[in-house]
């Protein structure tokens, strides 16, 4: 049986994913692999140049990269560490932004 959040991830792409709460803190247009971007964890007044990253992995499924805290993970734990809640909630606000019927 197919966890939640492969359920998810069927239906929305994790770079789709980033991408949707990344917007305010890149230009317009499509976030490019290995495009540094304003970091959403770091004050913009602490912040002197952009330090924030999304990739690739080998796996497959695309994930951030923070160089000024070294802090990485997947297009869940972004929505866990932007908003402040846990996985579960993170699940929930993704299917209900896109959405996503279960």
Known sequence: MDSLKDRVLRRVDSYDILDYYLKPYHEKGALKQGQHISNPFLLPTI?????????????GSWRYNDFA???QGDCFNLVMR?????FYEALQLVISDFVIVI
């Open 47 to 59: 912040q002197k140049t952009p330090s924030f990253n999304i990739y690739l992995s080998k796996s």
């Open 82 to 86: 932007l908003f402040d809640i846990g």
């Open 69 to 71: 805290t070294g802090d």
